[in-house]
């Protein structure tokens, strides 16, 4: 199956920091989403991508559509304690009724007051 | 308005058991989605609803069933819970006309089987 590959796993940085993480595909997608997952939470949608190019923020995020439709990536500027949490990407090649979502392995993101 | 709520929050079984997880949105939403967590594997689906009275099986199905009650709920269900199958369970749903037009999770039933 297709498979999205997450980078870093991982990130522990100062308040106020900028944050930039990625995700990269074997195969196309022609939609990417981005989601945040709070500790016992399930997974919140933060911004979807529709064209390839496309470069969308939300507040302090910023999300790009890669050119290639194979990647994105997400930004987060002057980050605060709250941006704590798992970040996953989601890709999506199928329209139709099913809308089903690959998702990434997540980047756990850690902030330091 | 809820949005997609789950229950229970927590269940812990015993392997053989059976249990059934239930999940429903107040959103008028049309498809309906299971996924499991597992720590490192990111979200994975389990089962699918695209409308009433249809469902689909999707990246790891074995050992599970669904039903789709209505168009307000979709239920997993284990009928012999296995150790490997302890894991935390998402239900979403998507909204066809929305702004985003994207799944909405659940909050989870965190799943243990000893």
């Known amino acids: 199956g297709q498979q999205l590959n997450q980078s870093p796993q991982s990130m522990f940085i100062q308040e106020g920091e900028d944050v930039s993480m990625n995700c990269t595909s074997s195969?196309?997608?022609?939609?990417w989403l981005w989601y945040k997952q709070d500790p016992g939470e399930g997974p919140v949608l933060l911004i979807a991508l529709y064209k390839a190019g496309e470069l969308t923020s939300n507040g302090r995020l910023t999300a790009q559509f890669g050119i290639t439709r194979k990647d994105s990536f997400l930004n987060i500027s002057a980050s605060i304690p709250s941006d704590v949490g798992i970040y996953f990407c989601?890709?999506?090649?199928?329209?139709?009724?099913?809308?089903?979502?690959?998702f990434g392995k997540g980047t756990l993101l850690t902030v330091n007051p | 308005n809820a949005g997609v709520t789950q229950t229970p929050k927590f269940q812990v079984l015993k392997t053989g058991q059976s249990m059934t997880l239930q999940c429903a949105q107040d959103?008028?939403?049309?498809?309906m989605y299971w996924y499991r967590q597992d720590p490192g594997m990111g979200l994975r689906l389990i089962y699918y609803?695209?409308?009433?009275?249809?469902?689909d099986k999707g990246e790891v199905p074995n050992g599970y069933n669904v039903s789709r009650l209505n168009k307000r709920e979709f239920s997993l269900r284990l009928e012999s819970a296995a150790p490997s199958q302890t894991s935390v369970y998402f239900c979403a749903s998507r909204d066809p006309g929305g702004f985003f037009n994207e799944q909405y999770f659940g909050p989870g039933t965190r799943l243990t089987v000893t």
């Open positions: 959103m008028n939403h049309n498809s």
């Open positions: 609803s695209a409308s009433e009275g249809t469902t």
């Open positions: 195969s196309i997608f022609n939609t």
């Open positions: 989601a890709g999506r090649n199928s329209g139709g009724s099913n809308y089903k979502l690959t």
